[in-house]
């Protein structure tokens, strides 16, 4: 593998909040607690860190349970020891998706224990936990996934389980149809190791949570990573004050939140979660639905339509907590009131909800977890890297689109014959202006304005004409249209960074687990942008 950076500049869709972040914190440090430089504060952070030697004995119980179901390796029992003895965590979480979901989840991970292991290597005993977030209701996010095919085309595969609608996705069990779709998958990706333990992990009967856990237990045997089911009622029962908390203090944390939302705006950045006066920060499960929690006039509070009041909450959290869960910027709090986490590692969206949440930290635990932002990559397979050196290509100008990368690729498609009379004719044009525009200044400099517009209405008719004939030319030449597709599809499918669309299993599949390895190897806590890493 070689890599080379990409600023995040370059990337599309990066928001101002976090390409601030990134590069201009000076811009953003009222709304976080560090730099995204994890070396430049872990020790000063680690000694800020209190966790209490009961939770911490109750945690490593529940953590060793969870992953000895999942069939964990001695590295993860190994590391709850460490945690069960002092260690701080480095955490970071993603819903459970199909197959294990897009490839970011895979980067998250080994972020995670990378940036355990330096911590670590610094004298900060620490472990990586990930944070399974099967309390999350969005089945359609899920459900799906993509996996590259013939030339790079994309092959979605969807799951179709029998569920009740806003559920909580982590308890849904597979049917019958799981097993055709990891026959599909197999075909598409071949014998492989991964392929096998996708089928030991993805059978009928198995839920969401349990598929994603057996398959990242497998995957990660070697790095330790534990995972954290977020749906196990013991948890609940530890998190309960958090919950309380949220109640007891919703007046101050949602005029918090409102003022933040505020001060964001009025920098000029989003907010990643609209909050409303009737925002609460929980959800309570009725009749097997995720339902949200809402304020209601005085200090009532509203539950699918039904009043009820702030004791008779309370109550309701005391008696079983396990029927209720955090809002997504209440569930960090709860997170890093469950584990003593010395920082969290995550991608844009996650760096644009701990702006909001810093607001719940400073109120229910008195300290704001930093965010450290996760290895983000395009990944360039050999047949790709050749086609981008063929056309002269950069990522960026497959990022511009693939109605435009196809022009481009069109235009280089053009005889030499062409292209040598465009190239002429755009020189003989500046040429003649350039003396038509020299004459005129020492004629009438008035008429300067008149010659430069002509020239731009000049070239840009010559422009359209050659844009024409590439279009032409691309339609009589199906290969160039092809391997426009095939990069677009690689590297930008649906016009979406490649890790967020394409599943990681795929190229495990292809690469083995050397390809984690070799990630592993790529991530480095003082590179905040974007890589691109030729395979």
């Known amino acids: ?46 000694s800020r ?58 980067y998250k991970a080994l972020t995670a224990v990378k940036l355990a ?20 209701h969005d089945l359609d996010e899920v459900k799906q996934v993509s996996l590259s095919g013939p030339d790079a085309s994309l092959e979605k595969f969807v799951a179709a389980p029998a569920a009740i609608p806003d559920a909580p996705v982590g308890n849904i069990v597979f049917g019958t149809e799981v097993q055709s779709l990891v026959d ?26 349990g598929a994603f856990a057996r398959l990242f237990a497998a995957l990660f045997a070697d790095r330790g990573v534990i995972l954290l089911d977020a749906s196990d009622p013991e948890l609940h029962q530890v998190a309960k004050p958090i919950y309380r908390g949220g109640i007891e203090h919703i007046a101050e944390i949602g005029d918090a939140l409102l003022e933040r939302g505020q001060q964001l705006e009025t920098a000029g950045y989003h907010q990643q979660v609209k909050v409303s006066p009737t925002s609460a920060v929980l959800f309570t499960i009725r009749d097997g639905v995720r339902v949200p929690v809402h304020r209601a006039a005085g200090s009532d509070f509203e539950i699918g ?45 996650e760096v644009a909800y701990f702006a909001q949440a810093a607001v719940v930290y400073e109120k229910l635990l008195g300290r704001v977890t930093p965010i450290v932002p996760r290895f983000s990559a395009t990944l360039v397979e050999t047949k ?16 511009r689109g693939p109605e435009q990368l196809r022009d481009e690729l069109a235009a280089q498609a053009l005889s030499n014959e062409l292209q040598s009379a465009f190239a002429n004719a755009e020189t003989s044009l500046k040429n003649s202006i350039a003396a038509i525009r020299s004459a005129l200044e020492r004629l009438d400099k008035t008429l300067v304005d008149a010659a430069d517009n002509a020239m731009g209405k000049i070239h840009h008719q010559l422009e359209s004409l050659r844009a024409r004939a590439a279009r032409a030319e691309l339609r009589q030449t199906e290969v160039v249209g092809r391997h426009a597709q095939l990069l677009s599809n690689a590297l930008y499918p649906n016009k979406t960074l ?29 590179c905040l942008d974007h890589q691109i890493i030729s395979l």
């Open 184 to 209: 599909d998958a197999a075909k598409l990706l071949g014998g492989s190791e991964v392929v096998t333990v996708l089928r030991e992990s993805y059978r009928p009967g198995q839920t969401f949570g």
């Open 305 to 349: 339509g039904e009043k009820i009041s702030r004791d008779d909450l309370l109550a309701r959290i005391d008696s079983a907590p396990e029927d209720f869960s955090p809002n997504v910027l209440l569930r960090p709090v709860v997170q890093d009131y469950l584990l003593p986490t010395l920082a969290y590692t995550g991608g844009s969206a």
């Open 498 to 526: 490649q890790e967020r669309e394409v599943a990681g299993i795929y190229f495990l599949s292809r690469y083995g687990k050397d390809f984690l390895r070799n990630i592993y190897d790529r991530i480095q806590t003082d």
């Open 117 to 136: 292991d330096i911590a670590t290597q610094e004298g900060l005993q620490c472990v990586p936990v990930f944070w399974l977030a099967t309390e999350d």
């Open 384 to 399: 790709l890297q050749s086609l981008l050196d063929r056309y002269h290509l950069t990522l960026p100008d497959v990022f």
């Open 1 to 46: 593998m070689k890599s080379e950076c990409l600023p995040f500049s370059q990337v599309p869709h990066t928001t101002n909040l976090f390409g601030d972040f990134l590069y201009s914190f000076e811009k953003v440090e009222r709304f976080y607690p560090r730099t995204p430089f994890f070396q430049q504060w872990a020790k000063d952070e680690a």
């Open 49 to 106: 860190v209190r966790y209490e030697l009961a939770r911490r004995e109750r945690m490593a119980a529940i953590l060793q349970r969870q992953n000895r179901s999942w069939g964990a390796a001695a590295q993860t029992f190994e590391n709850i020891d460490r945690f069960r003895k002092g260690a701080n965590a480095v955490v970071t979480g993603q819903q459970v998706g199909l197959f294990g979901g897009p490839l970011f989840s895979i």
